[in-house]
């Protein structure tokens, strides 16, 4: 998805732009299938300068908005899935 597009998805989401949520997103919209956010936060923390309690904040405003949404608990885990896959 175009960085414009995150863009209008999170102002539609009353959620504040930065380049640094917008390639979260755009990298949870990259997914197949379901993700937990440890597992994320490995695949792009070479990529963004964000750290582990950011991420988990900003998953759970995804969450919140409706961006993602919770498919599963597994062995104490929690797993996420985008709920946007039909305009990516």
Known sequence: MEH???????????????????????????????FDVA?????IKDEVALDRATVYRTITQFREKKLIREVSHIDGKQF?????????
């Open 80 to 88: 996420y899935e985008n709920r946007l896959s039909t305009i990516h």
């Open 39 to 43: 597992s994320l936060y490995e695949t």
């Open 4 to 34: 414009f597009l995150i863009k209008e998805t999170f102002k539609k989401s009353g959620i504040k732009y930065s380049q640094k949520k917008a390639r979260l997103f755009s990298k949870i919209l990259d997914l197949e299938g379901s």
